[in-house]
């Protein structure tokens, strides 16, 4: 069987790869036209929470780190792409920047956040 090293070292690049799909198709896929207004409101919001989620728990999965730098590392590091998907988005023909959608993401990283300490606290 595995070697709990060897497990942990393949959800690490797992969740790497997560983190670059997930980076991949807000900023490479949210630039085509196809991708205004794919989801109504108020669903929208739910997605953005889910993503972001999902994105924050990659983020600590992938970093190795254990604790409050997890957390903290985490949490910044949603949150930022998250600031800077928004930021992206003026640029884009027919999307447009909200801070609505901002705080969905940070909600959904919150909610990550609080995945992340269950997980760590289970463990321990």
């Known amino acids: 069987m595995f070697s709990q090293h060897l497990l942990s070292r393949y959800l690490r690049t797992a969740s790497m790869l997560l983190v670059l799909g997930i980076l991949t198709g807000l900023f490479a896929g949210g630039a085509h036209p196809v991708a205004v207004n794919l989801i109504p409101s108020p669903w929208d919001k739910l997605v953005h929470a889910v993503i972001f989620a999902l994105l924050t728990c990659a983020i600590g ?25 928004e930021w992206h988005q003026i640029y884009l023909p027919g999307r447009k920047a909200g801070w609505d959608d901002f705080a969905a993401d940070v909600t959904g990283s919150l909610i990550g956040i609080a995945l992340l300490e269950a997980e760590w606290r289970r463990r321990n």
């Open 61 to 85: 999965a992938a970093s190795g780190l254990t604790g409050w730098r997890q957390l903290g590392l985490a949490f910044l590091g949603a949150a930022l792409i998250g600031l800077f998907d």
